[in-house]
């Protein structure tokens, strides 16, 4: 364990073109808020090499490969092969993000859920857990998850469900990764099943650059602003921010197994 209240941000997108003018700067700005570990997300192909060339260039970022629902019209024929062979890199820590998403539905459901059960495979193949993206499709989650994890551990990213949801996610064995709709007002939902998840299940990931938190709402994200997401669930859970920050930290290093 790093540094008093080390952060880490379970959920990065630094590669992406949002962040071309200021990388550098946005990842310094990270380091002073006490981010001390960036697991960065592909989405597909070419993502997935940026986030493993990041990965190659910081010493704190790690990575993770895979095609995500909507860039599956892109994908070449040999798709499941290249991802399998990005994750051989020591840096990649899971495979992801994959799963199903009906919200944009640029793939038919069952080349979805074709896509995201050849990948979960090959996470159990690889011995590396699978982090899920489900985008308003969570009974098809649940139902691949129950019948394909097998035991495979995996992350929810983002996750923004009910107490149901979080409790059968939770069966499945998956963590609940937590990112800025955490923070809002009105969530009163999520904020339920923050206080509700136990500790030993929470990470926390900002999606940058998307969702950023209360009260840069609609403003780019970044990993600097994971702070204001684990202080909001410290808060939720009426415990200290280096009680919630360390207990994180352990979860991260036993699902990603740094």
Not at 75 to 98: C, N, T
Request: proline share 7%.
């Amino acid at each position: 364990m790093p540094a008093e209240h080390a952060l880490i941000d379970t959920h990065t997108h630094v590669h992406a073109s949002q962040f071309d003018d200021d990388r550098v700067d946005v990842l310094s700005c990270a380091a002073e808020a006490g981010v001390r570990c960036i697991v960065e997300i592909g989405y597909d192909l070419p993502s997935s090499r940026a986030a493993i060339a990041l990965a190659e260039r910081y010493g704190q970022i790690f990575a993770v490969v895979g095609v995500q629902p909507n860039y599956i019209a892109a994908a070449p024929p040999d798709w499941l092969d290249q991802v399998r062979a990005l994750a051989q890199h020591p840096k990649v820590v899971a495979i992801g993000e994959i799963g199903f998403d009906y919200y944009w539905n640029e793939a038919p459901p069952d080349r979805q859920e074709q896509f995201f059960r050849a990948q979960l495979v090959l996470a159990r193949e690889l011995r590396l857990p699978a982090v899920i993206h489900s985008r308003d499709a969570q009974s098809d989650t649940i139902r691949v998850l129950r019948d394909a994890a097998q035991g495979q551990p995996g992350i929810m990213h983002s996750f923004s469900g009910d107490w149901a949801y979080a409790e059968a996610c939770l069966e499945i064995g998956f963590m609940l990764s937590f990112s800025g709709p955490v923070t809002f007002p009105k969530a009163q939902a999520l904020h339920n099943v923050v206080r509700r998840v136990p500790l030993d299940r929470i990470l926390t990931e900002t999606d940058c650059p998307y969702l950023s938190p209360h009260p840069m709402r609609g403003k780019r994200n970044e990993p600097a602003r994971v702070r204001l997401i684990a202080e909001r669930i410290a808060a939720l859970r009426d415990m200290s921010l280096l009680d919630l920050t360390s207990s994180v930290w352990l979860n991260a290093e036993r699902i990603f197994a740094f």
